[in-house]
């Protein structure tokens, strides 16, 4: 082989390197963005007047646009072409960004947050469409979507420490603006290195997701609403009545599309059906742990934002420990046994946190559940997706992938929403720590649930 062609070949592979490395970083930011934001929400709620019920919207508005929209985004990549839709799902994700570190009024905030969720699950689905379609052989491939699960599992927990960092030492507005610079280098370099990929002619089901997502808000929103004005408050009344009519058009509509956004025969499966909902619960009391946890540690322990951070790094560090040994695990005793044992662990750790006072200290006190609920969450993730992606034909992978990810966010966003509202009901105006005991209490009587749910529903092995 001649010098000239093994410098083609060195420059197409520094080429793909390059590609690989722009996708993921994309996939970075949209792991790091709904978390990013945790250990700034004291500061969130000071500067612009958020309420205590009203102040879970800065992390549901992007969970409920992500997690809603995502199976139209996957649609409508395979419509557009993946790099098109990428393009365009991030420069939504961009603008929203910026939107939202200049916002001044809450109100502007969740809509720029919303605009943020609506852009990542337009183009979130196509990062790993591009990982796979830039992989020239089976080997590139699974180097390639080892590379798109680390930066996602990295990248959550990173947000925290880095929103701690830009809290601390410039403003949590930074921890929105951030996405702007890094978000123009992406979209100005991507068209460049990636060849589009052959659109695929369908036929939109708008309907679907736009019921999907009306009936997710008004769930989460009722509960927001009972924390707010009470629970027959006609505000609440109304966004709960409106839940189940929106199901039933969803599960219509997709009964009778051509091409729905989901194959409802995917739900016919016991054991995925469990996994789904045994997922959407403990990533639910996941979610509402480090939204309640952060404002104990800066509200009542006088934690910064960089500290408290930090304070979450045992929890990273034993979920990435745990995580290696996981798959020996799930070939061992199987998805059903870990799912259970997970969750009550995650039981364990919530009635750990339920005790926490006011003059509590970070050892024992919130180290020792905190390390608790990372074991727990490790046996949950893992199993949990294998118990949801088993046994799904080759033809219906996208669309499983994509339900496991908008349940996902779903489940995050309703569990805060739940347990930010007991907190409120049962607490004390001014003693954040007075409403702790009642809001974990639930959370660990929800995740028992789960431990049920995978023991009844989820197959052994």
Known sequence: MSSVTLGRVASASRRRALALAIVLAAQCMFAMDLLIVVVALPRIQHDLGFNPASLSWVLNAFGLAFGGLLLLGGRLGDMLGQVRAFRIGLAVFVFGSLLGGLAQTPGLLIAARVLQGAGAAL????????VIVMARNAAEQARGMSLFIAVSSVGASAGLILGGVLTEYLSWRWALLINVPVGIIVLLTIGRLIAETVPKPARLDVVGAVSATLASVALVYGFVSAADHGWSAAGTLLSFALVLPMLV??????????????DLHLLRDRSRTGGLL????IVGMHFSLLF??????QRIMGYTPLMAGFAYLPLTATVFAISHVVPRLIVRFGARVLLATGSVLVAASLAGFALLGSDASYFPAVLLPLLIHAVGIALVFAPGTVAIMHGVPDEHAGAASGLLQMDQQIGGALGI???????MLTGVPGQYAAGLPAAFGAGAAIALVAAGIAWGAVRGR
């Open 292 to 297: 309640m946890l952060v404002q104990y540690l």
């Open 417 to 423: 929403a739940v347990i930010t509202s007991i907190h």
């Open 278 to 281: 045994v997922m959407a619960l």
């Open 123 to 130: 183009a979130g689905p196509s990062v790993l469409a591009l």
């Open 249 to 262: 058009l969803f599960i219509r509509v997709q009964r009778r599309h051509r091409e729905p956004l989901l």
